[in-house]
C-alpha cells in the first residue's frame, strides 16, 4: 500500500467534484457529510470550515493505493477497514471525511477528503505528514499481509506529484551519480551541476560527519527519509566497496596482461632454442589457454619442408618432427 499526499488545498468543491464525479467513481464511505448529492457534500464541508476561518487551506487530500497483486483480496470493507486504520495512526480524527474509490488504473485505489478544521473548530496539523505516511503506509501493509513492493525501481514516477516525485527524483539521481564517483566529495560535484544540493550534518564541537541531506527547489530531505541505502553511512560505504572494487579489477586486468605478455615471450624464446616445443603444460596456467584447439597456430619452417622432402625419398615417417602446436 502506498499514500500520496498532496498539498492541502482551499476549495472543497473542486476536489469533490473531481472525486466523486469521476467515470465510475463509487463513495465508499462519508462521515459527517452528506452522500446524496455533491452539492450537499460540498455545503457540509463548507460549513465546518467556518469554525476556523482563519486556515486558508482547509481541504485534506489523500489517495490510498495497492498493488494489482491485492485485487483479488480488496473488496469495499476492507478498503474502508484499512483506510480508517490509516486516518487513525495518521492522527485525522475528529473531522468530517469522504471516500471515494475511483477504478481508472489497473490498481486498486481510494481519495479521502477530510475537512482540516475538525468538529471542535482546532486544525489537524500536516507538519511531517508525508514522513509519517511512510511508515503507517508500510505498517498496514505488512499487518493485512498486503504486497510489498521490492523496491523503488518499480514505482511508476509518470503518477507522482509533488513531494513525492522530488523525492524520487532525487533517489534516481543520487543511485545513478554514485556509480560514478569514487567518494562522496565527486558525488557533490556531480549533484550540483544538476541542481540538488547535498549538505553534511557533523557532530557538535567536531568535524566528524554524522549524516546527510539532500535538497531541490524548495525540498530538502535526510538521505535516509529518501531510502535507507541513502544514508551517510551506507551511500559512503557503498561508494567506497564499489572504488575498492574497480581498482582490483584494473590490477587484475593489468597482471593478465602481463602474464600474456610473459608467456609469448616465454613461447618465442622456447621456439628459437629447440627443435620443437616442449613447454610444460599446466592447465591453470595462461599459456595453457593458448594451446587450447581454438587457439591452434600452426608453425611453418624451411626445416619442416626439408624433411617431408627426405620423407618422400623414402627415410621414413620416424625422421619427420611435427611444429603444429596442438592439445
Known amino acids: 500500500m502506498m499514500g500520496k499526499i498532496p498539498k492541502p488545498g482551499k476549495s472543497f468543491a473542486g476536489c469533490v467534484r473531481y ?37 486558508g487551506n482547509a481541504v485534506g487530500h489523500i489517495a490510498l493505493s495497492w498493488s494489482p497483486n491485492d485485487a483479488g483480496k480488496l473488496n469495499n ?19 468530517q471525511v469522504l471516500m471515494v474509490r475511483h477504478k481508472d488504473r489497473d490498481h486498486p485505489h481510494l481519495h479521502i477528503v477530510y475537512n482540516r478544521v475538525n468538529n471542535q473548530g482546532q486544525t489537524i496539523s500536516d507538519k511531517f505528514q508525508w514522513k509519517l505516511n511512510i511508515k503507517v503506509a ?59 544540493g547535498m549538505l553534511y550534518k557533523y557532530k557538535s564541537g567536531s568535524r566528524e560527519i554524522q549524516g546527510v541531506s539532500f535538497g531541490k527547489d524548495d525540498y530538502k530531505f535526510k538521505g535516509s ?25 584494473k590490477l587484475r586486468q593489468r597482471q593478465f596482461v602481463g602474464q600474456l605478455r610473459g608467456a ?28 587450447e584447439p581454438q587457439f591452434s597456430v600452426q608453425v611453418s619452417t624451411d626445416e619442416d619442408a626439408y624433411r617431408r622432402k627426405k620423407r618422400k625419398k623414402g627415410k621414413g615417417p620416424g625422421h619427420d618432427q611435427d611444429y603444429r602446436i596442438s592439445r
Do not use: C, W
Not at 19 to 42: F, M, P, S
Not at 228 to 248: T, V, W
Not at 271 to 289: C, Q, V, W, Y
Open 225 to 249: 527519509e529518501i531510502d535507507r541505502s541513502l544514508s551517510y553511512g551506507k551511500l559512503s560505504h557503498s561508494i567506497e566497496q564499489r572504488a575498492i572494487q574497480q581498482q582490483e579489477q
Open 19 to 55: 472525486n466523486v464525479q469521476k467515470k465510475d467513481a463509487e463513495i465508499l464511505y462519508a462521515d459527517g457529510v452528506r452522500a446524496d448529492q455533491v452539492n450537499h457534500t460540498i455545503a457540509d464541508f463548507n460549513m465546518q470550515r467556518k469554525l476556523n476561518p482563519d486556515l
Open 264 to 291: 609469448v615471450r616465454s613461447y618465442h624464446q622456447g621456439e628459437a632454442m629447440s627443435k620443437g616445443p616442449t613447454f610444460h603444460r599446466d592447465n591453470n596456467s595462461i599459456l595453457s589457454i593458448l594451446l
Open 138 to 196: 508500510k505498517a498496514l501493509t505488512l499487518k493485512h499481509d498486503m504486497y510489498l513492493s521490492k523496491g523503488k525501481e518499480q514505482v511508476n514516477r509518470q503518477q507522482l506529484k509533488g513531494i513525492d516525485k522530488v523525492k524520487y527524483e532525487l533517489y534516481d539521481a543520487i543511485k545513478i551519480a554514485s556509480q560514478k564517483v569514487n567518494n562522496m566529495d565527486e558525488l557533490q560535484q556531480q549533484l550540483q551541476k544538476q541542481g540538488i
Open 77 to 95: 470493507d476492507l478498503m474502508i477497514n484499512i483506510a480508517n486504520e490509516y486516518l487513525y495512526k495518521m492522527k485525522i480524527l475528529d473531522t
